[in-house]
């Protein structure tokens, strides 16, 4: 099987638990938007490959309010 380079962003729809997200992936890394918003979860690749995005991971969360919650969210059960 042959792999096409990226060389622009490639933007999908994820439904998430019931919540709709964009996520586009670029040459830098990814990022994951709640639907309608313009702020989510970046995370590049030099992190995910380092293993620094674990290390991020746990510090954002300690230190950063999640983004809103996407339109179209199911309630929690």
Avoid: C, H
């Avoid at 096409?4 to 019931?18: F, I, N, S």
């Avoid at 995370?43 to 969360?61: E, H, I, Y």
């Amino acid at each position: 099987m042959m792999t096409t380079k990226l060389e622009g962003p490639l933007r999908r729809e994820v439904d998430v638990d019931g919540a709709l997200y964009t996520l586009t992936i670029t040459p830098q890394g990814l990022a994951l938007v709640p639907k309608g918003r313009r702020k989510g979860y970046e995370l590049s690749w030099t992190a995910l490959v380092s293993g620094d995005a674990a290390l991020a991971t746990a510090l954002n969360a300690s230190l950063r309010v999640r983004p809103a919650e996407p339109t179209g969210a199911r309630p929690k059960k």
